[in-house]
């Protein structure tokens, strides 16, 4: 399932992506009305949190109204006609990637539009189909333990 | 409020009797003065009584976001932060950016004025329209990162919080205000001023919106300031070394203080630079909010006995507590930089007050006993972090430095007062004048004393030669570009403290619009047409620049400053450099500060504005508030 995905050692934390978010939907600057955020913490880790479109999601299990449906695409969307505002989706989140904006009643979520994508002046959101990123990863990994085997070889 | 971008409210915070008021940010005051350091300047003016004890009930503290604060113009996070300042007693202004400013935004609010002082320690929690005055019991007392963990803790993972340290609440002079945990707005003493207020702390959330003028255009013209801001070709480096490979390029200019400003040279430069930081000490870049460049840094000293981690440093604490204190050990460096943040203080103060105090110690001067037994030689780097700990919490000889180094050498005398680098009684900032002519001039007129961020007069450092060109035309080159001649320099240092109070006043970043060279007036023009709506020109914004340094100027003529105190100590403009690509060159100051007078409108001879100039500018009120003072003059007919 496709996702947005950024490298927390890489994502340095200027929320651009979040105001494009909120200005693509809802013509406004407000990063509580984005569909994804991103979450600094000690040390030096900036995590950007958006919905994975999980295979067996949560969300879509606690909705009482069906209004939590999936398209062809594996992308979860909301529908705000069959929507009444519950928020047991919001509840059922494991990684809080879908909450009810400021004045709103039905929910938002990431739908992996790409807007932020493009807008990220560091080059390090990307639009992650879970297989392949599961591979990026461990490439990355080998890279760096070479780096560090590297460094011990020099400096021994 | 017509105009969008703003917030649109003003918060009054009265401590002496916990009144909160929210009263609309007036368009009249927008329309002249932007916000941020422009509307700091105004209200301030008619709040602060000449006179007046900074660190009384009756100083005022003003924070303020610009219009395009928490936007997406490139490094719009900025909020401007003024009161009388303690350390220098006239003007005092100081900046930061972070993630704390849009928050203040995004909660409703352009702007918080604190009057009085609360009867015990409280901190400001603002949740929207959710404002409350709460004790501070428990966090009075803590450090920075203390502090802010347990505001987060109580209020919320997402709240932004800016905060004094220790060195605020003791009261140092030159204490900063410190937000999101490593941002400062470090000088002239305004984290002192919070702390005789009381005032802890002030911690935000905010969920409202911001609007933009013209939806339809905004995001190209947002994609465009963004190409145009990626494109430049200082971005690669910016993104690698953040400020710190200033370090190598001072040095190779002979512009890098040392020694407590001795020389412009320091011999073993290459610890303590970029490079050495990059390779083994970065462990990330990071951006405050809506900032392309990520020159802040985010850095791990792994070993005893320095270990830390944090953000920062910036060139300015690499060089105030490096080369100027002559240490060279970078794990010191970064040590007393995580020091400086976590005990809110102002690393160029603290660096200038250390080393002035190294300096007569190694002249016999100040003795071994008066330094609480510290071997306070140039190069100590042992009893500089001990004196950062001791000057914080006024302990020892640290309640004496604590003062800073202008009043702890009057209070001294026996001749140390000579070996003060300060203007105004603020520390002289990370520049030597002597390889840069321009900065000697601007560190000398700027409004907050010695500072080199008022005028920024950076386009001659290292050869913007086109757009010295582009902004100032073709024909006061190739002198203006010249970084050690003199001429044009009155000229350039006007311009550039004009363009510079309008940069604070909409809340940017001077990365990005001084150095690198890329955003200049028509940009901030589109910017406040498209998010605000604002109909301005270049020559209208040229003006409230113009109108914002004047009004500074009033405020500190009123306190008494006159061309006699737009000077530099002795050593930059007698002696020569005697060492380094600037060798045997002073600074011409007299010279230059002619220039700048008559660029200005200014009285040549006393250095204040006219009656006229001020007139011209919109000031009338101000004009004729001098002139009942009989402070200016009217010119004769």
Redesign the interface.
């Known amino acids: 399932m496709p996702y947005i995905y950024a490298d927390p050692?890489?994502c340095?934390?200027?929320?651009?992506c979040v105001?494009?978010c909120s200005?693509t939907y809802?013509?406004?600057?407000?990063?509580?009305?984005a569909r994804l955020r991103v979450?600094?913490m000690e040390?030096?880790i900036?995590l950007v949190i958006a919905c994975r479109n999980c295979e067996r999601a949560p969300c879509m299990e606690a909705c009482p109204n069906e209004a939590i449906k999936r398209t062809s695409k594996g992308i979860i969307v909301v529908d705000e006609g069959r929507c009444d505002g519950c928020g047991r989706c919001v509840e059922a989140c494991p990684l809080d990637a879908i909450h009810i904006p400021?004045n709103g009643r039905a929910p938002i979520k990431c739908v992996a539009c790409g807007a932020c994508v493009q807008?990220c002046?560091?080059g390090c959101l990307k639009m992650a189909y879970s297989f392949e990123e599961a591979f990026e990863k461990r490439r990355n990994y080998a890279e760096r333990l070479k780096e560090i085997i590297l460094s011990l070889r020099n400096s021994g | 409020m017509r105009y969008k971008g703003y917030a649109g409210r003003i918060l009054w915070i009265d401590l002496t009797h916990e009144k909160v008021r929210v009263e609309d940010f007036p368009e009249k005051l927008a329309e002249r003065y932007l916000g941020g350091s422009g509307i700091c300047a105004r209200i301030l003016y008619d709040l602060i009584k000449p006179g007046i004890d900074p660190l009384s009930p009756e100083n005022v503290l003003m924070f303020a976001t610009g219009p395009l604060t928490g936007t997406l113009f490139p490094q719009a996070c900025r909020y401007t932060v003024a009161a009388k300042s303690p350390l220098t007693g006239i003007w005092g202004e100081s900046h930061a950016a972070g993630h704390w400013a849009p928050e203040l935004k995004f909660a409703g609010y352009d702007a918080i004025i604190f009057l009085g002082r609360a009867s015990k320690p409280v901190y400001l929690w603002i949740d929207d329209d959710e404002v409350e005055i709460k004790d501070a019991g428990e966090i009075w007392g803590r450090t920075v990162l203390e502090t802010d963990d347990i505001l987060r803790e109580e209020h919320g993972e997402d709240v932004k919080v800016a905060c004094i340290g220790p060195a605020g609440e003791n009261l140092v002079r030159y204490a900063a205000i410190m937000n999101d945990r490593y941002r400062a707005a470090a000088r002239s003493g305004m984290g002192a001023v919070m702390g005789s207020k009381n005032l802890k702390a002030i911690a935000v959330r905010g969920s409202r919106d911001i609007e933009v003028a013209d939806p339809e255009a905004y995001m190209d013209h947002v994609r465009r300031w963004h190409r145009k801001m990626l494109s430049h070709p200082f971005m690669p480096d910016r993104a690698k070394y953040g400020t710190t490979n200033l370090i190598e390029l001072m040095q190779k200019i002979g512009r890098l203080p040392t020694y407590n400003l001795r020389q412009g040279v320091f011999d073993e430069y290459y610890k303590i630079g970029g490079e050495t930081i990059y390779r083994k000490y970065l462990v990330k870049p990071v951006a405050d909010f809506a900032c392309l460049q990520r020159c802040g840094r985010y850095t791990a000293v792994y070993n005893e006995p320095y270990r830390c981690m944090g953000g920062g440093p910036e060139y300015e604490t690499l060089c105030s507590l490096g080369s100027r204190c002559g240490v060279s050990n970078i794990e010191a460096i970064l040590y007393g930089n995580w020091l400086c943040n976590n005990l809110g203080l102002d690393s160029v103060s603290a660096g200038g007050t250390i080393s002035w105090a190294m300096e007569c110690y190694e002249l016999g001067l100040i003795s071994r006993d008066e330094l609480d037994g510290l071997d306070l030689r140039f190069g100590n780097e042992e009893a500089m972090i001990e004196l950062l700990i001791k000057i914080a919490y006024r302990r020892g000889v640290g309640d004496l430095l604590a003062e800073g180094s202008w009043r702890a050498a009057k209070k001294i005398g026996r001749g140390t007062e000579r070996y003060v680098m300060h203007v105004k009684g603020q520390e002289i900032a990370s520049q030597e004048p002597r390889a840069q002519k321009s900065m000697g001039l601007a560190i000398a007129t700027a409004a907050r004393g010695a500072d080199h961020l008022y005028g920024f007069p950076v386009l001659d450092e290292v050869g913007f030669e086109k757009e010295i060109r582009e902004r100032f035309g073709e024909e006061y080159l190739p002198e203006i570009a010249d970084r050690l001649n003199p001429k044009y320099k009155g000229f350039m240092v006007k311009e550039c403290e004009d363009y510079m109070a309008v940069v604070e006043a909409v809340g940017v970043c001077k990365y990005g619009t001084q150095i690198p060279p890329v955003f200049y007036y028509q940009d901030m023009v589109d910017a406040l047409r498209v998010t605000c709506g604002m109909d301005v020109d270049v020559r209208k914004l040229k003006m409230i620049g113009e109108r914002i340094v004047n009004l500074n100027r009033a405020f500190n003529i009123r306190e008494g400053i006159s061309r006699k105190d737009d000077t530099l100590p002795e050593r930059l403009t007698k002696v020569p450099a005697p060492l380094g690509p600037a060798k045997g060159h002073v600074v011409e100051l007299d010279q230059m500060l002619d220039e700048y007078y008559r660029c200005r409108g200014w009285d040549l001879e006393t250095g204040k504005p006219t009656y006229e100039k001020l007139l011209s500018l919109g000031l009338e009120d101000v004009a004729e508030d001098l002139l009942r003072k009989g402070l200016i003059r009217k010119a004769e007919s």
Do not use: Q
């Open positions: 050692s890489r340095t934390g200027c929320e651009i105001l494009t200005f809802f013509k406004v600057l407000n990063p509580k009305k979450v600094r040390p030096a900036d400021p807008a002046p560091v």
